[in-house]
């Protein structure tokens, strides 16, 4: 094996779209509480990344044997066996280890604690949750609500700040339709698993339903946001607006549309694309501060 196959495979293994939109995440509360870039963000953020990385691949070694079951997964390293498990783990534990010592020695026991919290919730309860609970993502959005609070007290930001539970309030509700949004694209590779699923609980129209309201919910949260002391200019605070109006029109057609006319990726892409652009615009912000 090539040493360019051995690097895909470990790319794979971590997630990289995924782990880099939480580490964009973090840079957003960064350059806020700082009031700008600097290269003091530069260990942080590797620090973020590492942590993200490590613990994916500690998840694709927890659900290595559903991955094999699932038609979207089953070609991941491990159930392709492509790369042995002992190998996923050490790469996985050894990222997160690195992550924390990086975070620890930059930013203090405060923030790595934080990140050590990210781990813990999303390996230690979010994962084995799935195994139980058709509704898992509730709890396990928390993981998508810490990596801007790391980000803001890491950029000098306090740890209890409204404006920094406006913004992790904002990812913990954005969470939850991303990830419905990804079971309704996949419901049949997730009862082939035998996850328990919402999909035996509720019609698919129902869940369109449930997952349009927590669209617009995740769009109204992020108009929120300035009004706990995020001073925005006003330009962005129109963007904002024009962007939520964009969303709960989306989720709109989820609560009128035939699901058989409905296409859930596009839907999956577009809540992601706005969360990228909430990012891109609160960052923004904390440059013309």
Known sequence: MSWRERINIYLELSKVRITLLSTLSMVMAYILASGGISGGVIVPALAVWLLAC??????????????ALMERTRSRPLPSKRLHPKRALSFGLFSIALGLLMLYARTGAGVAALGALTVLWYNGVYTPLKRVTAFAAM???????????????AGGGPFVDPRIFAISFFFFIWQVPHFWLLLLNSAKDFERAGLPSPTKLFSKSQLMRITGVWMAATAVACLFIPLFGI?????????????????IWKSSNMLK?????????????????????????????????
């Not at 001073?231 to 969303?247: G, K, M």
Request: overall charge negative; hydrophobic content about 55%; glycine content about 8%.
């Open 54 to 67: 490590g613990a994916s691949a500690v998840n694709q070694f927890q659900e290595r044997d559903l991955d």
């Open 139 to 153: 709890p396990g959005a928390i993981v998508g609500a810490i990596p801007p609070m790391i980000g803001w007290v």
């Open 231 to 247: 001073e925005t200019p006003s330009w962005i605070n129109a963007a904002l607006v024009l962007a939520a109006l964009w969303l």
């Open 257 to 289: 549309t035939r699901e058989h006319e409905f296409s859930f990726k596009l839907a999956f892409r577009g809540v992601n694309a706005y969360a990228l652009l909430v990012i891109s615009l609160l960052s923004l912000t904390g440059f013309l501060a």
